[in-house]
């Protein structure tokens, strides 16, 4: 299977386009308006799209890393199996949970040996590991296998004017194009990405298992104060790891300081399906949100008179 | 080593206490965040199924990750007792 791939997991093959998609623990449970935007819009461009079952957290790598590495491989190893066993590749929203899978993936390939100690464990539920799939960030299937220009021919602008929050593991690749993709991808579908000082800096997770204070104040609100001077309709993420900050971190500082952050925090997907003209009641778009989205719903409304 | 330092313990670290929950969910239920009502309507209003296709839908996958953990005795190693869900230490 190894030379289906390339150094940096280009697609190599482009009429493989299966993938079973990785909720992750936060999508499914706070985020059904990003997992219902994905699985409703991805197919509509193309993209064979089926739920990756039996998933389980991707784990953390951050923190297995550091007190067992066999954890991260066989937890990850277990995830990947299932969609290996349906012969498809992975696809994930979540940047961490693409990084610890796409990882993992990369190093078992790599090494036969650890493939083996992995499947030695594994073989305690009766499953195996081959290796032989490929872990995909949303971002890339988006970019790389249905195309900007495809996706600008076949929908209209959402007339808002947004901020972009990468998210730090969007910078897993030294070329940065993850980055490139979610920004292009973005301008795309909208009038106006909005650049700011603290674009690149972290929503604040991995400190908030040392230091909840800190990830609070100085990460999640410095973002938040740096984006409500911006006067824009939306902050667009794609990772379920950094909503779950910024959903944490907007009930504590309303706790603790009433401190209020009315912008709305929407996924990359709600735009794509806003743009091809799905209703945001078809995909759940008005509940479980940090913010009400009413303004950018009307607008969209408005536009579509 | 033992025989030429046989004082010697090994150091019992325990777990964060911010992880240490987190740590009980992920063996128990195989994710981060429990499922119930409240998320299971609004699910529902999304156009999803109530039930996610992940190990909340499939509890044998828990009961895979607690097999996988033992096979590796991480629950030792951490001061985890699966069965009863308590650290000791």
């Known amino acids: 299977m190894a030379d289906q791939y390339n150094s940096t997991e280009t697609l190599t093959n482009p009429e493989k386009t299966r993938y079973s998609f990785f909720l992750g623990c936060v999508m499914p449970i706070k985020m059904p308006w990003a997992e219902s935007?994905?699985?409703?819009t991805l197919p509509k461009f193309g993209v064979d799209?089926?739920?990756?079952?039996?998933?389980?957290?991707?784990p953390r790598a951050g923190v297995w890393k550091s007190v067992d590495e066999r954890v991260w491989l066989t937890l990850a190893s277990y995830n990947l199996l299932q969609a290996e066993g349906d012969g498809r590749d992975v696809m994930a929203s979540c940047n961490g949970c693409y990084v610890t899978l796409?990882?993992?993936?990369?190093l078992l390939r790599e090494n036969p040996e650890k493939l083996k100690e992995i499947n030695g464990y594994?073989?305690?539920t009766h499953t195996h590991y081959n290796a032989s799939i490929r872990v995909r960030h949303l971002l890339e299937v988006?970019?790389?296998?249905v195309g900007v220009d495809r996706i600008k021919g076949e929908s209209r602008k959402v007339p808002i004017r947004v901020a972009l929050h990468p998210g730090c593991h969007m910078r897993i690749f030294e070329d940065g194009r993850l980055v490139r993709y979610f920004s292009e991808l973005t301008c795309a579908l909208v009038d106006e990405?909005?650049?700011y000082e603290d674009e690149q800096m972290c929503c604040g997770l991995q400190a908030n298992l040392a230091d909840r204070q800190f990830a609070t104040y100085e990460r999640a609100k410095k973002k938040f104060d740096a984006l409500k001077a911006l006067?824009?309709?939306?902050?667009?993420i794609v990772c379920s790891g950094c909503y779950d900050q910024f959903e944490r971190a907007v009930q504590i500082l309303k706790k603790e300081i009433g401190y209020e952050f009315d912008l709305p925090i929407i996924h990359l997907a709600e735009l794509l399906a806003l743009s091809i003209g799905t209703s945001p009641d078809e995909f759940g778009m008005r509940y479980l949100r940090t913010a009400p989205v009413d303004s950018i719903i009307a607008k969209w409304e408005s536009d579509r008179r | 080593m033992s025989d030429i330092f046989p004082w010697r313990r090994q150091v019992k670290v325990p777990v964060p206490t911010t992880v240490k929950t987190q740590l009980i969910r992920h063996f128990s239920i195989?994710?981060?965040y429990p499922l119930n009502e409240e998320v299971m309507e609004y699910r529902r209003r999304s156009g999803l199924n109530p039930v996610p296709p992940t190990a909340h839908g499939y509890p044998e996958a828990a009961a895979d990750i607690q097999t996988l953990i033992k096979a590796m005795k991480v629950d030792k190693k951490i001061g985890l007792d699966l069965d009863t869900m308590e650290y000791q230490y």
């Open chain 1, 102 to 106: 796409y990882e993992a993936n990369k």
């Open chain 1, 142 to 145: 988006l970019y790389e296998e």
């Open chain 1, 49 to 58: 799209l089926e739920y990756l079952k039996k998933a389980t957290c991707c």
């Open chain 1, 193 to 195: 990405v909005v650049p």
């Open chain 1, 122 to 124: 594994l073989a305690e």
């Open chain 1, 231 to 236: 006067n824009i309709d939306a902050l667009v």
């Open chain 1, 37 to 40: 935007a994905i699985m409703q």
């Open chain 2, 30 to 32: 195989g994710l981060l």
